[in-house]
Structure formats: structure tokens, C-alpha cells
């Protein structure tokens, strides 16, 4: 499920805007300058494709993507439960506490769901858009965006991430992060 609530960032329980419209999410993104799209493959992608599957099934798409926005630099990320490894469960805690803590990047932040669930938290112009991506979303946020990521309680995504630079993924976090006071995408999930 694909999901906008807007709240603003002094009242977390304050809902301005919740909606699951494509149309409206993607209206209200382009207002703070965020383009929302959606992708689908070429071919039907079988569970657990590896990444060169992946990037064929969606080659124009990325091809375009990159060209458009200068992005020299793309990867897939794959978080999840697999592979099994005993290590994985506290590797995977301390990835998702580390993207909750606010921050922003020198690069765009573009982001293409292949399979899964995560949620943007974009703090811009005295609000908080809570944006739930799923299979088939791109979302592309200017860089310098105040923004956190919340991947939930059993992260689960792979994501086509495009850079312009090779360390664009580098977070510069700020003193005084308000995200703790806001919903988690678990708790954004459960009061459907
Ligand atoms: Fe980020």
C-alpha cells in the first residue's frame, strides 16, 4: 500500500492529509518538490532475482532516469530477512535506527521500490509528509531535503538507488531530530 499523511511538525497526532490516491500523493509531493512516479517492469520479475535481472527488467526506466537527473551512480539494496545469518537481526536493528535520526544528503535522494515496504518521513515547509513506498514506487527528493527513513520493526525492501555522486548516500544529521514524535511506518500500517 502506497500512503501520504501530512502532519504538521509541532502536532505528530495532528492528521492534515492521509490518502492512498496515486493522483493526490503525487500532486501534493510535486507541491514541495518531490516527483512521485510509478514504474513497471518489463517482464514479470521472478522472487528473489538478482540484481543484473532486476536492472534489465526495468533498463528504460533507469536508462531514462539517469540521464535526466545526471545520475552516474546506481546499486540495488536488498534489506531483509534473507539471507539468514546469525549476525543479520542486529545488523538490520542498526540500519533502520540509523536512517530514523534526521538528516539530509548532499545528493538526491531517488529511490525505486522493486519489492517491499519503507517510508520517507520529508520535513519541509513546517510540515512532516510521511510518504509509504511500496513495489513499484519511485520517489526522487531534492538534495538538501530534511528528510528520515523509517524501514519498520522486520525491514524487508530491495530499492534501485541512483546517485550522482559515489558517496552521495552520506547522511549529515541534525542536533535536534523531531522524528521520534511521529508515527513509525509500523504505526502508520496498523491504523488503516
Ligand atoms: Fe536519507
Same mark, same amino acid.
Not at 511538525?9 to 500523493?25: F, G
Given at each position: ?34 516527483? %512521485? ?8 520479475? @521472478? #522472487?528473489?532475482? +538478482?540484481?543484473?535481472?532486476?536492472? &534489465? /527488467?526495468? *533498463? ?12 552516474? %551512480? ?8 534473507? @539471507? #539468514?545469518?546469525? +549476525?543479520?537481526?542486529?545488523?538490520? &536493528? /542498526?540500519? *533502520? ?96
Amino acid at each position: 500500500m502506497t500512503l501520504l499523511q501530512i502532519m504538521p511538525e509541532d502536532a505528530p497526532e495532528t492528521v492534515q492529509l492521509r490518502t492512498e490516491d496515486l493522483d493526490v500523493i503525487r500532486e501534493k509531493l510535486l507541491r514541495i518538490g518531490v516527483r %512521485f512516479e510509478r514504474w513497471h517492469a518489463t517482464h514479470r520479475l @521472478p #522472487a528473489g532475482a +538478482d540484481d543484473s535481472t532486476i536492472m &534489465r /527488467a526495468y *533498463r528504460s526506466h533507469i536508462a531514462h532516469t539517469r540521464t535526466e537527473g545526471g545520475y552516474g %551512480f546506481v546499486d540495488i539494496v536488498h534489506m531483509g530477512p534473507t @539471507p #539468514a545469518h546469525p +549476525d543479520r537481526p542486529r545488523k538490520t &536493528r /542498526a540500519a *533502520r535506527k540509523k536512517f530514523l535520526a534526521e538528516h539530509f544528503h548532499d545528493d538526491d535522494v531517488v529511490r525505486f521500490f522493486v519489492t517491499g515496504t519503507g517510508c520517507f518521513y520529508l520535513h519541509v515547509a513546517g510540515r512532516v509528509h510521511a510518504v509509504v513506498c511500496t513495489a513499484g514506487d519511485l520517489l526522487s527528493v531534492p538534495s538538501r531535503t530534511v528528510h528520515w527513513f523509517d524501514m519498520g520493526e522486520r525491514p524487508d525492501f530491495t530499492a534501485i538507488r541512483f546517485f550522482q555522486k559515489e558517496d552521495g548516500w552520506v547522511c549529515r544529521f541534525l542536533p535536534d531530530s523531531i522524528s521520534a514524535r511521529f508515527p513509525t511506518l509500523d504505526d502508520l500500517l496498523v491504523t488503516t
